[in-house]
């Protein structure tokens, strides 16, 4: 019985750990989003497309993070180009 409890206890702060990681990465990719100018159009699908808590969800989040810190790199490095 305390095998089950202990592995209740894990499962559930597995999940509430995915949550906040989610909660995190959306925020993250809002400021990216806002940053990069990101059509709204493409914001909603995105948005539309992965909903909810999963470790699927999570990470669809990541790969769009690292994509759009990608993308701000490559910006970045355009300005500074162009600037010299």
Do not use: T
Not at 2 to 24: A, C
Not at 32 to 57: C, H, M, P, T
């Amino acid at each position: 019985m305390k095998q089950l409890e202990q592995l209740h206890r894990s499962l559930h702060k597995q999940l509430k750990d995915v949550k906040e990681e989610i909660v995190q990465r959306r925020k993250k990719i809002d400021d990216l989003w806002n940053l990069l100018d990101v059509d709204f159009k493409e914001r909603e699908a995105f948005r539309q497309k992965y909903i909810g808590n999963s470790v699927d969800v999570l990470e669809a989040l990541r790969l769009e993070v690292k994509r759009c810190e990608e993308l701000k790199m490559a910006n970045i490095k355009v300005i500074v180009f162009v600037l010299y």
